[in-house]
């Protein structure tokens, strides 16, 4: 009953975003609504714990604004100087098939941003770029949301994954395990299920594309580019498989990436496993071809690629470890304690380390005086970012402050575990001895509800830990699926759905892009408990 009675929020945000197609700015104030009055009047919270964790919500969201932020105000610095259209006219040189490139950037270059920065920083970047490449906005919103999945639990250098093993280190220290050999084992589980789907989404995406814009509306237009679908999954893995397990977190999807996409440039512009046949999108191709020849001379390549080389070297330089400037950034930092009276409410903002803030920002300051732009021009950059942002800034503030309702709704009298712990505990007991087949689920839950694989590791592994342990399955597989499935449910997560839109300037359409993605989610779920299964079989657990 409790659990029920947790999950009304989460039900209504679901049937209000899908069923009534809503828009997230609407829909996540009344969800934190209906959290509040859950709280208030059956939780048996006080208005003081509240307020507290509503306040907490809101300022917790500010990480996530100020990437958002940074980023359109990246896309539109460098649209409106002209640089833009210079990348453009490099990618089409490269390729002008509109699937390849949504492999190169949608795909390579967002694993890369992944592995360096994580916490929505690849869609907010790789969709607008997308778009200037010709592509619908809602194309390169679905593709990035989907694609942004195989990284992900070795996103900022090895966030999620490192906070799962965390989360559980002192039960398997108590347990007599070897901690570091178990994330090692954890991290090779873990990448080879995202590995294997990583040809399967690829090749999803590019159909689903090809059938909802193409002029054919055919599913079929894939088959010319799996060759190169099957040729990129196995160079991003045979790099992040072998470095999973025995070097670490850390680089995993970050050099897999890096790595990838220099295999992936040359391979495009030899023709290496390209299809015979250019595709595009209906009503691009006169454009595109003008593009090319019209920017080709009119901005330097490197000039034009500077605000991104900028970014990536500054993400790539602050969060690998081993480099020792990872501290040094976390360490400026300004924070508010014991919120409205409350112990446990606190805030910190990590400035330097926020990628909005820094490289995003501090990119379009100094690109302005690269690209000679007039103070009227940057006024109006703001101000259309700003226009852009507000949609989106509204449903993460209320998503925030539901989320950490959820997270600390144990301050009560009646006595109940939060809200949280609950609706896991039940979803556990009601799979039973199918928990198995529930794990990747709760990751996805986790996800769906924090806009983060970080955080819903850090929530549910310690019960997925524990279920196993009851249940007599191997914790080892079972953390594994609770990583990946925190990692698929990106492509369903409504905060990143807000923001990749509000990025792509379609608000309003976060129920479509969630019914979309739906089949994609089930297609990574079966090949991850197959893979599951198959490691189970020979004895990796």
């Known amino acids: 009953m409790l659990a029920v009675i947790a999950a009304i929020p989460i039900i209504l945000t679901i049937i209000l975003t899908v069923g009534f197609n809503m828009a997230a700015k609407k829909v996540l104030p009344i969800s934190w609504l209906s959290i509040v009055i859950i709280g208030l009047f059956y939780w048996g919270m006080d208005f003081q714990h509240v307020a507290a964790y509503t306040v907490m919500g809101f300022l917790g969201s500010i990480d996530v604004l100020l990437i958002i932020f940074g980023a359109i105000l990246v896309m539109n610095t460098l649209n409106t100087a002209g640089a833009m259209k210079r990348i453009e006219g490099m990618f089409n040189s490269i390729s002008e098939d509109a699937r390849i490139q949504l492999i190169i950037i949608g795909f390579a270059f967002s694993a890369f941003i992944e592995g360096a920065a994580g916490f929505g920083t690849p869609a907010a970047l790789c969709a607008p770029l997308l778009i200037g490449l010709g592509f619908p906005p809602m194309a390169a919103a679905i593709s990035c949301l989907i694609l942004n999945s195989t990284p992900v639990p070795f996103g900022a250098a090895g966030t999620p994954t490192n906070a799962a093993v965390a989360a559980v280190a002192g039960e398997l220290s108590s347990m007599g395990a070897n901690v570091e050999e178990w994330t090692l084992s954890l991290s090779f589980a873990t990448t080879l299920g995202m590995c294997v789907g990583c040809f399967f989404v690829l090749a999803f ?89 019209e920017n080709g001379g009119q901005m330097s390549l490197f000039k034009a690629w500077t605000p991104y080389l900028f970014i990536s070297l500054w993400l790539v330089l602050t969060r690998i470890p081993q480099l020792g400037l990872k501290p040094i950034i976390q360490s400026f930092s300004v924070g508010l304690d014991n919120l409205l009276g409350v112990a446990n409410a606190s805030w910190s903002l990590k400035f330097v380390n926020n990628p909005g803030a820094f490289p995003f920002m501090l990119a379009v300051i100094l690109v302005i005086f690269l690209y000679g732009l007039k103070g009227e021009q940057v006024t109006e950059i703001v101000k259309k970012s700003w226009n852009q942002c507000v949609g989106a800034f509204i449903a993460l503030l209320f998503g925030f402050a539901l989320v950490y309702m959820y997270r600390y709704s144990d301050a009560n009298s009646a006595g109940f575990a939060s809200m949280l712990i609950s609706m896991a505990e039940g979803m556990a007991n009601l799979a039973g001895d199918n928990f198995f087949f529930t794990a990747p689920f709760i990751g996805t839950i986790g996800s769906f509800m924090f806009g983060s694989n970080t955080v819903s590791n850090v929530m549910f592994t310690p019960l997925q830990f ?56 089930i297609m990574y779920y079966v090949v991850l408990i197959i893979v599951a299964l198959a490691l189970i079989k020979i004895g990796f657990a």
């Open 205 to 293: 995406t590019i159909g689903l594309i090809t059938k909802m814009f193409g002029e054919k509306k055919s599913f079929a237009e894939v088959i010319p580019v799996l060759p190169f679908c099957l040729f990129t999954s196995i160079v991003f893995s045979s790099v992040s498989l072998p470095i999973a397990y025995f070097i670490g977190t850390e680089l995993t999807s970050l050099t897999a990436a890096a790595v990838t996409i220099f295999v992936l440039l040359g391979a495009a512009r030899v023709g290496f496993l390209t299809p015979s046949t250019i595709w595009r999108f209906p009503g691009k191709q006169t454009k595109e071809k003008h593009i090319v020849q």
């Open 466 to 521: 524990e279920t196993a342990r009851i249940l007599d399955l191997p914790t080892m597989i079972i953390v594994a699926l609770q990583n990946q499935g925190g990692a698929i449910g990106n492509m369903v997560c409504i905060n990143n759905i807000v923001a990749v839109c509000a990025t792509t300037g379609i608000s309003g359409v976060e129920g479509k892009l969630i019914r979309t993605n739906i089949a994609p989610w």
